[in-house]
T-cell receptor, first 113, second 117 residues
Framework: AQSVTQLGSHVSVSEGALVLLRCNYSSSVPPYLFWYVQYPNQGLQLLLKYTTGATLVKGINGFEAEFKKSETSFHLTKPSAHMSDAAEYFCAACMEYGNKLVFGAGTILRVKS | GAVVSQHPSRVICKSGTSVKIECRSLDFQATTMFWYRQFPKQSLMLMATSNEGSKATYEQGVEKDKFLINHASLTLSTLTVTSAHPEDSSFYIC?????????????FGPGTRLTVT
């Protein structure tokens, strides 16, 4: 079955430190990949997406992610964490064009001052 | 562009009553809308996929008679929780998909917090 795995349900970093949130997918073909952020009691906001082309994708708020087919990964990074980055992050994949999204379990990011 | 709204944002109802949640695509036509349920500290669980003008497709384990979905127009889908019980309390999120070249992408609404007392 196709799946998305996020390693680490909680990640804690200091303000100004590198943020790395891990995401791996399981699919026989490269899927479309997404990272979403969710603040408490709010919907999902798209951070960035990979469809085709350049494997390093830049998103909003200084986040970026790199699609690595050989590792079936799509890890999310940000060079310098800000307090406002504290939220829950979801990796998701669309395995087929026009098909439904498969979500990872989510990673809660905590930023310490 | 690609804005999805939900109404209401919060609702409290008594056990045994029914509650309707609306999901609207404000600036595009959505041939397909999705309904998700999210329990505290958990990921989104897809409940059903609704296509305009046809019956919704429910995920395994989701009671179609309990969660009625109607997608009567290209900009509106509704989820009705019938005879709600406290275990139905949850955060419900809809998303919408625009046909065409961006058909892989879903645009999410802000969610509806349902509390059943």
């Amino acid at each position: 079955a196709q799946s998305v795995t996020q390693l680490g349900s909680h990640v804690s970093v200091s303000e100004g430190a590198l943020v790395l949130l891990r995401c791996n997918y399981s699919s026989s073909v490269p899927p479309y990949l997404f990272w979403y952020v969710q603040y408490p009691n709010q919907g999902l906001q798209l951070l960035l997406k990979y469809t085709t082309g350049a494997t390093l994708v830049k998103g909003i708020n200084g986040f970026e992610a790199e699609f690595k087919k050989s590792e079936t990964s799509f890890h999310l990074t940000k060079p310098s964490a800000h307090m406002s980055d504290a939220a829950e992050y979801f990796c998701a994949a669309c395995m087929e064009y026009g098909n439904k999204l498969v979500f990872g379990a989510g990673t809660i990011l905590r930023v310490k001052s | 562009g690609a804005v999805v709204s939900q109404h209401p944002s919060r609702v409290i109802c008594k056990s045994g009553t029914s509650v309707k949640i609306e999901c609207r695509s404000l600036d595009f036509q959505a041939t397909t809308m999705f309904w998700y349920r999210q329990f505290p500290k958990q990921s989104l669980m897809l409940m059903a996929t609704s296509n305009e003008g046809s019956k919704a497709t429910y995920e395994q384990g989701v009671e179609k008679d309990k969660f009625l979905i109607n997608h009567a127009s290209l900009t509106l889908s509704t989820l009705t929780v019938t005879s709600a019980h406290p275990e139905d309390s949850s955060f419900y999120i809809c998303s919408a998909r625009e046909p065409g070249r961006n058909a892989y992408e879903q645009y999410f609404g802000p969610g509806t917090r349902l509390t059943v007392t």
